[in-house]
């Protein structure tokens, strides 16, 4: 196992030479009791063993598909199911790198490589900071989403050239495909149609947008229920975004996010500054911003449109 860590460490610095981006987005974990109702939020903690074995699991996933993508000139491929990811939409790339210099961090874009780099740095540089939230999900965004297709387009966010999902086949339907393609190839058989396989991979992906989006309101719904079981209680918290209508802030100690409408902030005016992401009051020129620590209390849980209103603690 030891040498076996040693080896997924090289692999997985030679990955970012190559140019791959380091999406690693925080998990939350609700403890549950008997009834399913939460009594406990943490954030799942990716350790050394995750890395070995992720980077194993990319390994084997990116062999089967050269095994069969990877053919010798004027061969032509036979038909397999990819999981392909495409370059940033330059529009979107270009927003991005505007916004995160207003909070004063660089990305660079003049190759693929130094993308990645600056990609990489950025999500260093923001860990544990209060913005680190609204920049992960905006850079999220940012990005193509990764989707299956019989057309090898490659997966730009590994820095991959060929990729498959093979390792997950009692989870995951597309890996099932894959194991029952390589099943028939290796005794012989005749590629299978293109049209039919194209088909199945958007059906894929299709199903697993809804996935993720019932896995996003799952979380939502079960931080708002814990929550709701604290009305009126005071916890310290950081600004993680700030709008016109009000202030997002997640709470420290478990992560639940919520808002603090304008409404709440009757003290004075504020008027928003989007370019500087903070809210400032007028008369007596109080400033918000973006990764400012902030006390609040629960002031309303709506479990029905999972949202969670707070109030400020002077």
Request: hydrophobic content about 35%; overall charge neutral.
């Amino acid at each position: 196992i030891l040498k076996l860590n040693a080896m997924a460490t090289i692999l997985r610095e030679q990955r970012y030479k190559d140019g791959a981006i380091n999406f690693d987005t925080k998990e939350v974990k609700f403890i549950l009791d008997d009834n399913a109702k939460p009594i406990g939020v943490y954030t799942k903690e990716a350790k050394e063993a995750n890395f070995l074995i992720e980077e194993f699991m990319l390994l084997a996933n990116k062999s089967v598909a050269e095994h069969i993508g990877k053919v010798k000139e004027r061969k032509k491929a036979k038909t397999f199911v990819y999981r392909v990811h495409d370059e940033p939409n330059p529009e979107k790339l270009g927003t991005f790198v505007q916004f995160v210099a207003k909070l004063g961090y660089k990305i660079k874009t003049t190759s693929r490589k130094t993308l990645a780099d600056s990609f990489n740095k950025l999500f260093v540089d923001i860990e544990g900071k209060g913005e680190q939230n609204m920049i992960d999900s905006i850079a999220i965004r940012t990005m193509s989403k990764a989707y299956y297709s019989t057309d090898n387009i490659g997966h730009y966010g590994l820095g991959f050239s060929y990729y498959t999902h093979f390792t997950s086949p009692i989870r995951r339907y597309p890996d099932l495909m894959v194991h029952r393609l390589l099943t028939k190839y290796a005794t012989g058989g005749r590629s299978v149609s293109p049209v039919k396989y194209e088909e199945l991979c958007e059906q894929c992906s299709d199903a697993e947008q809804t996935a993720a989006q019932a896995e996003r309101a799952s979380i939502k719904y079960k931080q708002v229920e814990f929550m709701g079981e604290r009305m009126g209680q005071e916890f310290d918290g950081t600004i993680s975004g700030v709008t016109e209508w009000g202030l997002y802030v997640e709470i420290n100690e478990n992560k639940c996010e919520g808002m603090i409408p304008m409404r709440e902030l009757d003290d004075d005016f504020y008027d928003f500054d989007e370019k500087a992401y903070c809210l400032t009051g007028r008369r007596y020129h109080k400033k918000y911003s973006l990764g400012d620590p902030i006390r609040i209390k629960v002031a309303r849980a709506n479990l029905e449109r999972k949202q969670l209103d707070f109030a400020l603690v002077e």
